[in-house]
């Protein structure tokens, strides 16, 4: 495979020729990698599924038990998924959409943008991905709201205590007492200032610290919504979408690179690419939970989805040792292929760096008023795009 291939020359120059094929030279370099590792090829892919799986563990985990990221405003936690967006920015742009050009270039020829193709039917799969989830989950939640609306007897909509503590459990916010529910409730409190809620209108808004804490959501609970569904259901399904849809890329994307991983049999460069995809998939995964942590899911699902996160990759591995003995790394239908995968990986990474965690992250409102942790925000991303770019001196 070119990206392997060209990573050799940089790591282990005097592997230089392995992929050529030839005789006895294939040989002489292969029995130079095993010499140089003190392993086979085959144990070296063994271990690196071990390892690979261990790192993506290790980093989609620590957000979820802790639950440390699980607020929507927490200054971490914004600043942990903004660092992850840049990171997932850094492996699209930096790792994985050249290398696809550049297999695509090589052998399609007679159309110039034939690279561009794969990375422009990931982005759209990837939005269809995200529109189906949120016709479904939308979908879902109107016909509950019409079901409830048709068995619930006439009411006056007075807004008092307890329907400000059915807001707030509708949309609570994990280690926050100044949510904007919590704001709307001690200001109905003091039975002068009660008003009506139909709709979304009336409401006192919140003030101070809850007023913050409702533009650093993007979303008041009380918010008029044209769909007539509450803006924390909204909230809710807009995170579950963006999970689903990183979930997908992230995935998609490890497969392939297990696969191109399964398919070496350069001991040396399978060390190096072993080391560097340990601390590949950690920042993947820390970018995974950081989103899961957000979601309402029940912690099954939650360690269920980081679970086949954190296993896609050695599947890919798997697969790929499958089919080692019968591939040829120099045909024309396999660098095609090639190309195609990493460029459709890529498309779907950038879909989830630029839209689902930092367009929303610094659409945020109370960035405006906040330069310091705008700072701090931008100061992440090109953080986590610089790590990738350390990471890929390597492959």
């Known amino acids: 495979m070119r990206v392997l291939h060209h990573s050799a020359m940089v790591v282990a120059p005097s592997l230089a020729d392995h992929d050529a094929h030839v005789g006895g030279a294939h040989d002489e370099h292969h029995d130079h990698g095993e010499a140089a590792t003190g392993m086979s090829s085959f144990d070296l892919r063994l271990l690196a599924m071990a390892v690979i799986l261990v790192g993506g563990l290790a980093g989609v985990l620590p957000p979820l038990i802790g639950k440390w990221l699980a607020s929507p405003d927490s200054i971490t936690g914004r600043a942990v998924r903004a660092f992850s967006g840049g990171a997932i920015l850094g492996v699209a742009l930096i790792h994985i959409i ?41 979908g879902r939640q109107l016909a509950k709201q019409r079901k409830q609306a048709a068995a619930a007897p006439p009411s006056t909509h007075s807004f008092d205590r307890q329907q400000a503590s059915n807001l707030h459990a509708c949309c609570p916010v994990s280690g926050s007492s100044t949510s904007a529910a ?48 509450p803006a924390c259901q909204i909230t809710t399904i807009k995170h579950l979408v963006t999970c689903y849809s990183m979930e997908a890329g992230c995935v ?9 991983i399964g398919v070496s049999t350069n001991s040396a460069l399978l060390a190096t690419l072993t080391a560097v995809m340990v601390f590949h998939q950690g920042l993947e995964g820390l970018a995974l939970g950081s989103v899961l942590a957000l979601t309402q899911l029940s912690m099954i699902k939650k360690l269920s989805m980081a679970a ?88």
């Open 308 to 395: 086949v996160f954190a296993l896609c990759m050695p599947i890919g591995i798997a697969v790929g040792l499958a089919i080692a003995g019968g591939h040829d790394a120099d045909s024309v239908p396999w660098l095609v292929a090639q190309g195609v995968l990493n460029g459709v990986s890529g498309g779907m990474l950038l879909y989830v760096a630029l839209y689902s965690l930092l367009a929303e992250e610094f659409s945020k409102s109370d960035l405006i008023f906040r330069p310091g942790l705008a700072a701090l925000l931008a100061a992440a991303v090109l953080l986590g795009v610089g790590a990738m770019a350390v990471i890929g001196i390597w492959g």
């Open 252 to 260: 998609f994307h490890s497969v392939v690179i297990g696969i191109s």
């Open 98 to 138: 050249p290398e696809g050009m550049e297999l695509l270039g090589d052998t399609v020829t007679g159309y110039h943008g034939a690279g561009g193709v794969p990375v422009v039917l990931g982005l759209l799969v990837l939005l269809f991905i995200d529109y189906l989830a949120t016709y479904l989950l939308a």
């Open 182 to 229: 919590a704001a709307a409730a001690a200001a109905g409190s003091d039975g002068n200032k009660k008003a009506d809620i139909e709709h979304g209108t009336g409401v006192i808004p919140p003030t101070g610290e809850a007023a913050v804490s409702a533009a650093a959501t993007g979303l008041s609970p009380f918010a008029h919504s044209h769909h007539h569904l």
